[in-house]
């Protein structure tokens, strides 16, 4: 039986989406292709007057990651590229004119088969989802709330108007601060060390049935970060996301799915934890080819992470956020959006009056690192002439998940092996401390992916926890942290806090970041954090720890500097 | 008398954009500088997992545009400068970081200084203007819009709670189809050959003394192309703009002056106009150094252009929107806004939860363009290291003037010499004109600025005119011109009618633009376009101009293809 078409879900459009007005351009085209004609048309600068004769590039291999080969080849994008096909041309004659809001076509074009053919081989709804790229997620983010929601001003608007957006309980604060301006209610889901909770107290289901319509509607759009979540690290099973993508149907829920460390998945933390700890409580999330059932990715990397929400999307409600800035860079700023194909034509319609396009100059040079030189000079270099081709850009993905869970285990083998602070093990110091053997500053769970580590910090084992609350000496060990000989930066938990009822716990936990540092620098910074916690369990007083110095801890992200996932 | 600051305009603040908190991060930078501190907070990736590991361009030099000496230089961005000032440090580890909004330091800097002491010496309103770097000018328009614009729903608000937006009668669309679709009233103001009128019928001053509140709040924003604008060629002389911003300032209008074209003003169009005509009905621009009672740009080339209505903002009501698009490149989707620094700070809060920031290839490619290498291995080339800089960027922009303005020539002598059909010049064919010496066919104003010309078309001395009206003319015009042997694609001028008001007339003209085609193609390619006038005017019927072969002409423009003032 053929599948389903997706459904229609043009009732969740805002206001203003819904009047957007497709281009009629198309009737024009056929002018435009008659031999010889005149283009009087065209508000179009001649390329001539564009100052780039040619934009260049060293670029690493794909194999640089996984072997540590540090060579470089030279990609170049031609001012004018003879080939005809629109969808391999890569110059600047086209690139840095004005180009479609759908993206540069061999980029478009790369990322439509990438998406459909190797990361979601398997979207369950009749024709498959198309992409459209952007300039990062952020910037995705940001239409599809456009897109799907509409500003409600309590002074203008009834209280059954407004709108509601659900998320994790600990969230990436950028995306919440493109909510929250627009008068949206947040509803923040509890989680467990997977993520987002689907029953139980708190959880998905609970939040949906029990919704307080005095507050306003109940919420119709879901943002989530299902894998390496930031600030947790935590990953969703497949079952879990079967549980949560049933309650969304059920309650006709849209999930914006943001998966900036999608492909940095971790296999080795349950291990780990078993090593450590003799037992996981979360499952072992790598045991299997995802894509066994239906069509291969055709890589074994890419079958064997837990799949997007895509991959059960039998209705077409998901909205999924890739981005170029963690396999890439972030300040290339670009990425694309996959779903379904009438929800990619809303936002082609906002994308032509907002961003237009990402940036030529980006768009180029990405283009030509993946498919290399395809005009007459390329024929004097073999390694240029080949690209990275879609082998090379998985390996290179592979490889860099490699890195990053190399990291998180030279941060994690420390954090676990100094939860404790033995008794005794500091001397005469300790006099004043309960008699036990061991007290335990702090747990996490190994992250299953992201670039992040959670720490849940027990304040209630601390020997000055009965003067002070724990919010007290939560912002006291901050300060702490970032003192001689310490000197280690963390993010405070309640930089990802998006409700009061997030704010109230969040004192609890620090973020700590494995990813920005130098890879042989983790350890060693590791070191100096667990002796930061050592060394505060020891104080006896919070002397210079409060006051005008912690006046950096109260803090909502920097939405560059320290938010991003996207 | 030191001059006051300007206007605090935050009632204009569209409900969401008031909401907007500004970041608080700051309290944290200090502990960024810490010396050794190892930072944990933030979530970048890591810089050495970039897989560029150079970014080039062979570029022009500043003067290939008025010498036609044609040879490049090239520049490279390198991935880590040593250079400590953030100012002038261009290398990858930065550009392809996460960055802030503001833009990228080196080019925000320029741009700053550029916008400040070269463009606007003389900005009236204590402290000057601020810049915010966008992506091109529809992504600044859009925040401008998000910034002072409210959604109206008709199905859900009160009818005076409608905003509305003025514009020009005839206008860049795009513009407008950033607005229609929130629901926004728009008002169009009646042109002269200088473009908006502040006086007389349907002039500024006309539309919001006899404003009809039955249609919602009077316009608090305006949209105008005031130099080069697009449609019509015309750019408004100083005295205009003081006649314009004092009604603005009456009714309390905030001013979106939109740039694409300034630094393309055209000196020799009254002069052409004199020789052609004898007379000119406009005024002439370029007799005066703008800046000679105030501080002059440094450049005698931007003296005598028009000012900015930045130039006469002493209450701080202007945003301007500058676009590298006609200068460097439309790809590259790289422009800025200047305005009182406290629109800049809103339209920065906004760029935080969107674009972020332009994309680090463009910025870092530009900003190497203009600064050259600042790196080591630039000491071996002193044409690299020297870069462009303001001169050179200058020179440019002259030189690219001066190459509009010779094809602006070349299109608009072949149809001064030809708007007339003479009498008895076909032979026989003329046998049932009216006996005349000569029929106009149309007129045009020579255009002043920008890449287009507005020819309106006299379809009131076709020998047809009482056959068929002159909207059916017109689209017979329309497809006549795309045929052999004209093959002429031409824009209509429905195209830019934003109002209905407008459309009732914008069948009289068509828009040619002499930027697309090559240099020596303008001349051949208008000498076939008023071949195609004189041929239509000989025709005794419209056989094959009606009917499907039309279906092109009643088109919205194409955002990217066909509009593009941003």
């Avoid at 990438?114 to 459209?132: K, M, Q, S, T």
Wanted: aromatic share 10%; with cysteine; glycine share 8%.
């Amino acid at each position: 039986m053929a599948a389903p078409p997706p459904l229609d879900l043009s009732h969740h459009l805002s206001y203003a989406t819904k009047n957007k007005k497709p281009s009629s351009v198309k009737g024009f085209y056929k002018y435009f292709q008659i031999p010889g004609i005149a283009n009087f048309a065209g508000g179009l600068p001649n390329a001539s007057y564009f100052p780039y004769d040619t934009l260049e590039a060293k670029v690493a291999l794909p194999q640089r990651l996984d072997t540590k080969e540090n060579s470089s080849v030279r990609v170049t994008v031609p001012k004018e590229s003879k080939t005809k096909d629109v969808q391999r041309k890569i110059d600047l004659t086209t690139a840095l004119q004005y180009g479609t809001a759908a993206g540069y076509p061999p980029l478009n074009t790369f990322l439509r088969s990438f998406a459909r053919d190797h990361l979601h081989p398997n979207v369950p709804y009749a024709g498959g989802p198309e992409v459209i790229l952007t300039c990062g997620s952020t910037d995705g983010f940001s239409k599809v709330v456009e897109a799907f929601t509409n500003i409600w001003n309590p002074d203008r608007d009834w209280i059954q108007q407004r709108e509601g957006v659900l998320c994790e309980e600990f969230a990436y604060m950028n995306a919440i601060q493109t909510v929250q301006p627009r008068g949206l209610n947040v509803a923040s889901v509890a989680m467990d060390g997977q993520g987002m909770l689907a029953s139980g107290e708190g959880g998905l289901q609970h939040v949906l049935e029990n919704w307080d319509f005095r507050l306003g509607r109940r919420p119709h759009l879901m943002y989530t970060v299902p894998t390496g979540q930031n600030p947790t690290g935590g990953t969703l099973s497949i079952e879990r996301r079967k549980e949560i993508y049933a309650l969304c149907q059920k309650y006709d829920v849209i999930i914006v799915e943001d998966e900036p460390y999608w492909n940095l998945q971790f296999p080795s933390a349950y291990q780990n934890t078993v090593h450590h700890r003799g037992s996981c409580s979360e499952p072992n999330l790598y045991t299997q080819n995802y894509n066994a059932e239906g069509k291969s990715s055709g890589y074994a990397y890419l079958d064997s992470l837990v799949p997007s929400y895509l991959s059960i999307d039998i209705e077409g409600r998901v909205v999924r956020l890739d981005t170029f800035s963690k396999t890439i860079a972030p300040g290339s700023r670009l990425g694309w959006v996959t779903a379904q194909p009438a929800i990619i034509e809303r936002l082609t319609r906002i994308t032509e009056v907002t961003s237009q396009q990402p940036s030529g100059f980006v768009q180029a040079l990405v283009a030509q690192l993946i498919f290399g030189k395809d005009d007459d000079s390329a024929k004097s270099s073999k390694q240029i002439a080949s690209g990275w081709h879609m082998d090379g850009w998985v390996r290179w993905l592979e490889g860099l998940r490699a890195r990053y869970e190399a990291r998180m285990h030279d941060m994690c083998t420390i954090l676990e092996q100094n939860k404790y602070l033995f008794h005794g093990s500091t001397g005469d110091e300790v006099d004043a401390w309960e008699v036990v053997d061991r007290v335990q500053m702090y747990d996490f769970v190994w992250p299953v992916g992201g670039m992040f580590t959670w720490i849940d910090v027990h304040f209630d084992t601390h020997p000055l926890r009965s003067q002070y609350p724990p919010e007290k000496l939560s912002k006291a060990l901050w300060i702490h942290l970032t003192q001689r000989p310490h000197l280690c930066l963390v993010s405070p938990g309640g930089m990802f806090a998006p409700t009061p009822r997030s704010a109230e716990k969040a004192h609890r936990y620090i973020r700590v970041a494995f990813a920005p540092m130098e890879s042989d620098e983790v350890a060693p910074f590791t070191q100096r954090l667990v002796e930061g916690f050592r060394s505060f369990w020891q104080r006896k007083n919070l002397d210079g720890l409060s006051g005008e110095e912690a006046q950096g801890f109260d803090l909502q992200p920097e939405v560059n500097l320290l938010g991003n996932g996207c």
